[in-house]
């Protein structure tokens, strides 16, 4: 909200939810009988089209959020080099009550305003009135409405809440208080309710003002460049009618500078246009990008997953991953992103960190969950994790950690493979097994002096078990053929603290991996933690008995920044230990690999983590 918020902030229908969209139900059937009653050809056809065309601003502001979120995973021709918080992302949740508006006060207008029924398709006498009475009045009353914004009383109670947003994404563009939004809404129908008044009004000259308004909007609150400097060199008059995304971020920035809605020669009239403008503009186009230093190579997962990356639907990717069934009436459109990621032949860019100096990237294969357990897509798996790896050395970083699957020791041996295929590979692999492993052994809760260990048998599972029997901590295991693989890897002086699990075992910790089944579970005794060792969560049989630790993961320190997107199904600014690990490979300065069967000091990973600011995810 505002600093100070003042009278009609609120929106009517924000304790409504998502449930505000009923507000619209009544012109749902209303239209609907209308097409059943009279037909197509007698029915008021601009009136019928304002639902349609609210969808299609929805899609069309969608498709900027989606290139707007990609261009900054991959610090494309930034303006504002600085990251975006959770904080932005929720205050800027309810970019859609913008269309829920305009959509009613558009239907109102078509059923009771004069001229307003029965539009013609096109008139080209109305898209002309149209025009100038944007370039003019409109224009011009909104330079003086904006900078009436800007004074102390009304930037405190109203303005105040959009220039929140320093870094804008382009719906930031219509993050505004009720009251400010219904006035902005008021002054763009002037150009409209003219022409209906006048009788020049048609349903195409209408739906085009429309997208311009929202595709100048949504591009002049996008965080990178893209108008090319030859434009206005060819068409100089063109720099006083259209602005840039590099014009309004400095309003942003400098805040009394560039008040012009879309058309920049108001400021040139009254002097306040930013002598920065241009030189701002220049140097965005130039494309300097800082070379990554740590990529985390992650893959998508259910068929739902593809909406929760950071730039499919924000406010899904601002919450730990969960199957919706908002999602699932989707179906045709996931699997079909499923076939275009299949034939797509390279990792994706998911999102983009700073900490310090360091630049951080998380890629993504382009394969699901299930492609890893398919014997046909191990090979082109592969082929895709080396093609990423290859890229990350061609680009100067200095850590590519594996995450999720792409670390299997099945698929290429806990990334042995590619050392083997590339041994001089600059950059260091790591599959953080020291520090996953270390993240579990810090949760079993003091004074244990027993666990159990259950599940396939992996990399972190048997880092976990020579530790803890170092350490005197009994570790017994469920699985005789896994018990005695184990026993062979754990040192001698230590190989007398695991055993196998007896019938009356009553150890309230267990360590779980994938593999487990659920009669094995509920023989647990009541009261148990599971502490998982995989990477994916398990199934959560019975809650009311058993506590369910999270995967290997911690939170992170503040000074990791732009972090506005969950990681799978780890809760707000915490990550998986697979993906720290690289992070702090790399603050480290190690010049080492951890792969295939080597570990790092696990206690020199975990002291080195907490000393960058890394802490343990609080138990219950």
């Not at 021709?77 to 800027?92: P, T, W």
């Not at 006048?198 to 965080?223: E, K």
């Not at 090319?228 to 060199?233: D, E, G, Q, R, Y």
């Not at 792409?406 to 001089?424: A, F, I, T, V």
Request: contains cysteine; positive net charge.
């Amino acid at each position: 909200m505002a600093t100070n918020p003042g009278l009609l902030s609120e929106f009517p229908w924000e304790r409504l939810g998502s449930y505000k969209y009923m507000l619209l139900a009544p012109w749902v059937v209303h239209g609907l009988h209308l097409v059943a009653t009279r037909g197509w050809r007698d029915a008021d056809l601009g009136y019928i089209l304002i639902l349609p065309n609210m969808i299609l601003r929805a899609l069309h502001s969608q498709a900027w959020i989606t290139v707007s979120r990609l261009q900054n995973a991959r610090g494309k021709r930034q303006i504002v080099h600085r990251g975006i918080e959770f904080q932005q992302v929720d205050r800027e949740r309810n970019w859609d009550d913008n269309l829920i508006l305009s959509t009613i006060l558009m239907l109102l207008a078509a059923l009771y305003m004069p001229g307003g029924q029965n539009l013609p398709l096109w008139r080209t006498d109305g898209l002309v009135l149209l025009a100038l009475i944007h370039a003019g009045p409109v224009e011009f009353l909104y330079y003086w409405f904006h900078r009436a914004l800007h004074h102390h009383f009304l930037y405190t109670r109203y303005h105040s809440h959009h220039h929140d947003s320093i870094v804008t994404e382009p719906i930031t563009s219509v993050i505004h208080p009720f009251a400010e939004l219904l006035a902005y809404t008021f002054l763009f129908s002037i150009p409209m309710t003219t022409c209906q008044l006048t009788g020049t009004g048609s349903i195409i000259v209408f739906a085009v003002y429309l997208i311009y308004i929202d595709f100048m909007n949504n591009m002049g609150h996008c965080n990178f460049e893209f108008v090319p400097n030859w434009l206005f060199k060819w068409i100089p008059p063109l720099k006083y009618l259209m602005y840039t995304p590099s014009f309004h971020s400095l309003h942003h920035t400098q805040f009394r500078t560039n008040y012009s809605l879309f058309m920049p020669f108001y400021d040139y009239i009254y002097n306040t246009m930013d002598k920065a403008s241009d030189t701002l503009h220049e140097n965005s186009l130039k494309d300097i990008t800082k070379e990554v230093d740590v990529v985390h190579l992650t893959h998508l997962t259910s068929l739902q997953s593809i909406y929760h990356i950071n730039y499919g639907f924000s406010q899904y990717a601002s919450k730990p991953y969960s199957s919706m069934w908002q999602l699932r009436i989707m179906w045709p459109v996931s699997y079909l992103s499923m076939l275009l990621t299949c034939v797509y032949g390279s990792w994706f860019t998911l999102e983009r960190n700073f900490m310090g100096k360091l630049t951080i990237q998380s890629w993504a294969i382009p394969r699901y969950n299930f492609h890893y357990g398919l014997n046909l897509e191990k090979e082109a798996i592969n082929s895709l994790v080396v093609k990423a790896i290859c890229e990350a050395d061609k680009k100067g970083a200095k850590v590519v950690s594996l995450g999720l699957l792409n670390q299997g020791q099945n698929l290429n041996g806990s990334g042995q493979l590619y050392l083997q295929k590339y041994p001089k590979l600059g950059v260091k692999l790591v599959d953080g097994t020291s520090l996953a492993a270390a993240v579990i052994a810090n949760s079993i809760p003091q004074g244990t002096y027993q666990v159990v260990l259950a599940g396939d048998i992996s990399k972190v599972a048997r880092a976990v078990a020579q530790a803890l029997c170092r350490k005197n901590i009994k570790v017994t295991m469920t699985n005789t053929q896994d018990y005695h693989f184990l026993k062979a890897k754990i040192p001698e002086d230590a190989a007398g603290n695991l055993s196998l699990l007896s019938k009356t075992g009553t150890a309230k910790v267990w360590l779980i991996g994938e593999g487990l089944d659920a009669d094995e579970q509920l023989t647990a005794p009541k009261g148990t933690r599971f502490i998982p060792y995989s990477q994916f969560p398990p199934r959560k049989l019975r809650e009311e008995c058993y506590t369910y630790s999270m995967t290997p993961a911690m939170c992170v320190p503040k000074t990791l920044q732009n972090v506005h997107s969950c990681e799978n199904w780890l809760p707000r600014r915490v990550m998986s230990a697979w993906r720290i690990a690289g992070i702090v490979h790399a603050l480290e300065g190690w010049n080492e690999h951890e792969c295939g069967d080597t570990v790092l000091d696990m206690d020199k990973v975990w002291s080195a983590a907490i000393s960058h600011g890394f802490r343990p995810v609080a138990t219950d």
